[in-house]
């Protein structure tokens, strides 16, 4: 007998199949069935379990490809289990979880270990990146054709830059002969060394180490002419600067295989807002000017940035609590980013609500080659989302994530996930 | 000995004519049938190599010794050429004690062409850096043409490590000289794209490469690949491109395996291949010294002429 499952009456966004229409979603066996209307109303679906949508979105479940999940070896600040909790709360169904874990996520034994743990313990999807250098040295390549073969979603040495170009050179050579994406964390660390906030005006007054965002943008310009060189794709992490979307989309026009993420923090806040010297407010790339601010959102306007991610970095609040210039780099975002999305995005008049989901959902599915995610047409896995855009809410701890550094906490936001499925699974609901 | 072949040098195969290398292979099935004539009695070779060689040095001197040449024992380490004297000077020298014969391998690319029209005794490249290898490339051909008559319409895959390989280079002249196709196999950065220009298509997925080819000739992967970055390891080179029995499958049913040694077994090649019936790597040392006795021996018709 077949699972069945009815979400019904809610307006589906489907960026993919350019749908924006109220529909019942008819859900079986983990796939989806059938998007019609009227479908709940037919005779042979009459008793099927049904979920009301009505007044909500059903859009396809998120796809953040920028997670750390701290597991192996930082158990105490998340784990796959907790992390994915946050995921499922915040209508992420998939999530890529990067490789500076500790160990370094860089052999194929660790990436079997990896996974077989996601199996047993995570709520969503769990796609993992496995290192560009071997213990994220810098110094050499790790196996990438055996790390495929073991299931590596992406390859990542992100929490740190990959410096040398002649090794970026090999790692998209090689990458792209195996269809692997590589994901640059750009830094360069003779401009950023010692930094814990942007270089600009709030950095001068506190008497903070600021890092410009020319140490972003300057690797970004030899990314991109490093995948010009080899026609190698490389994606840009958590652009940060001005000048980065402008590379990026110079770079786009020419035809150049380059695409690029921006993060809720980022495009939602600036330097000039961190309250004394908070360290929830700290994270790399940081948080910059107003400008930097306006150009990531018009870079997610028109297409330059491809995709929202959370590079969700959760910290203890121990490890937070040692002032602005001590504390470790990272937020959390898995719970937020939708929310942050919708209320500085969608309400700002930034993004239309298909564009939004196009770029959480549709476009980082595309970017990772995930069949099946990403849209809501009959056969993709059953992974939605039932949104409330009206909610309004105030994030607090404690939250599903194991950590609370957040700047995003007690700040009121407009828009929830209020049930998530995981195909056709229902793992969170308010 | 019937066709005269007009050259004192054979510095690479780029630029030769169908018939000058049907000349060279003609030549050396010819000595396969016969007891050679002493076509250099009285004349000298000498080796000049700055780069270890087994193989072909042993070749060489088997070939010469085999045509009634004297051989002058001599390596470039210890001689003159690390004291800092010229390779011109050098070699000068040794024409004047009387060497007809210098077979050259040179860790550097191109020095050969420079070198050899300032000299009368004849120049034989045994391998210059990444350029050329005629004599490995000649009986690699060789090797083919007695499986297959004529190599017209074949299709020849040379996987490995392209870039740095002087084989490489040598065989897709000959191939293409002789009507066969041919496919260059490797991660991007051992065989980047622009090789295309040379006349070779570019393949990086070697079960794309082989399926349907009439040959493969397996190159080897050396150590220091992995030291330079070209690849992250052995193991992982083994796993993306190894030449297995599943990968040879994709071969047509007769096709062959070609390696121009040293092997290294369970890297580039597994043993299973290497040692299988399809493998001819030893008819291919055997001919090594066939088609060196004819370049030789025609190198020295025309050197004789002045």
Not at chain 1, 261 to 273: I, N, R
Not at chain 2, 67 to 78: D, M
Request: include cysteine.
């Amino acid at each position: 007998m077949a699972e069945r499952l009815l979400v019904a009456g809610g307006l589906v966004i489907d960026p993919r199949r350019k749908l924006e229409a109220v529909r019942d979603v008819l859900i079986e066996n983990g796939k989806i069935k059938d998007a019609a209307a009227g479908l709940a109303k037919k005779a042979g679906l009459k008793g099927t379990p049904t979920l009301d949508a009505k007044g909500l979105w059903v859009i396809p479940g998120l796809v953040d490809m920028h997670v750390h999940l701290r597991e192996p070896g930082r158990e105490g600040d998340e784990t796959i289990a907790t992390g994915t909790a946050a995921a499922a709360a915040g209508g992420v169904t998939t999530v890529l979880a990067m490789a500076n874990t500790e160990p370094v996520t860089d052999s194929p034994s660790q990436l079997a270990f990896l996974r077989a743990k996601a199996a047993r313990d995570a709520q969503v999807n769990v796609l993992f990146a496995a290192a560009v250098t071997a213990g994220q040295r810098g110094e050499r390549l790790t196996e990438f054709a055996r790390l495929k073969a073991a299931g590596a979603a992406a390859l990542s040495d992100d929490g740190r830059p990959v410096m040398s170009a002649g090794l970026m050179r090999r790692a998209l050579e090689y990458a792209k002969d195996l269809g692997l994406l590589v994901i640059d964390h750009c830094e360069d660390l003779t401009l950023s060394a010692g930094a814990c906030v942007h270089e600009g005006a709030p950095a001068l007054r506190k008497g903070l180490k600021g890092a410009p965002g020319a140490a972003e943008t300057v690797q970004v310009l030899r990314d991109v002419a490093l995948a010009e060189l080899t026609g190698g794709r490389v994606h840009l992490a958590h652009l940060s600067a001005a000048a980065s979307v402008e590379a990026v989309r110079r770079a786009k026009r020419r035809g150049v295989p380059v695409s690029a993420e921006a993060c809720p923090h980022h495009f939602a806040l600036t330097d000039g807002m961190i309250p004394d010297l908070d360290a929830n407010w700290k994270m790399n790339p940081p948080l910059r000017g107003g400008e930097d601010r306006a150009a990531l959102r018009e870079g997610l306007a028109d297409g330059t940035i491809d995709a929202i991610a959370t590079d969700h970095a959760p910290h203890g609040c121990g490890a937070k609590a040692q002032g602005l210039d001590l504390a470790p780099f990272g937020v959390i975002g898995l719970e937020t980013s939708l929310a942050v999305a919708l209320t500085e995005l969608v309400r700002g008049k930034v993004l239309s609500r298909r564009a939004l989901v196009e770029r959480m959902s549709s476009a980082p599915a595309a970017l990772l080659g995930l069949k099946g995610k990403g849209t809501l047409a009959p056969g993709a896995d059953a992974d939605l989302v039932l949104v409330d855009p009206g909610a309004s809410w105030t994030p607090a701890p404690p939250f599903r994530s194991k950590s609370r550094n957040t700047p995003f906490a007690g700040r009121p936001l407009k828009g929830r996930a209020v049930k998530t499925l995981v195909a056709g699974r229902v793992v969170h609901a308010l | 000995m019937t066709k005269d072949w007009g050259r004192k040098d054979l510095l690479g195969l780029e630029g030769l004519e169908a018939d000058e290398i049907e000349s060279l292979l003609d030549a050396a099935a010819a000595f396969k049938d016969s007891p050679p004539k002493p076509l250099l009695a009285g004349r000298t070779a000498a080796f000049l190599f700055s780069e270890p060689s087994t193989r072909t040095r042993s070749s060489f001197e088997m070939a010469a010794r085999r045509l009634g040449a004297e051989v002058l024992s001599f390596s470039a380490a210890g001689s003159s050429l690390a004291k800092g004297e010229t390779l011109l000077d050098t070699a000068l020298n040794l024409q004047a004690i009387g060497v007809t014969h210098f077979i050259l391998r040179y860790d550097r690319s191109g020095v050969l062409e420079d070198l050899a029209p300032r000299l009368k005794a004849c120049v034989v490249n045994a391998g210059d850096g990444w350029h050329e290898h005629p004599t490995q490339a000649l009986l690699d051909v060789m090797t083919l043409r007695e499986r297959w008559g004529s190599l017209k319409g074949k299709r020849v895959v040379i996987l490995g490590d392209i870039r740095h390989s002087r084989v490489a280079r040598s065989n897709l002249f000959a191939l293409k000289t002789l009507g066969a196709s041919v496919v260059f196999c490797g991660p991007t950065p051992l065989v980047p794209r622009e090789f295309a220009a040379l006349g070779a298509r570019i393949e990086h997925d070697v079960e794309k490469a082989l399926r349907g080819a009439n040959a493969v000739n397996v190159l080897r992967l050396q150590l220091e690949r992995m030291e330079q970055g070209f690849v992250p390891s052995l193991a992982d080179y083994a796993a993306a491109y190894q030449l297995t029995p599943e990968r040879l499958a994709l071969l047509k049913p007769d096709g062959l395996v070609l390696h121009p040694g040293p092997i290294n077994r369970g890297v580039e090649i597994s043993s299973e291949v290497a040692d299988g019936p399809r493998s001819v790597i030893l008819d291919q040392v055997a001919n090594g010294v066939l088609i060196r006795m004819a370049v030789l021996a025609l190198c020295e018709q025309e050197r004789a002429r002045g």
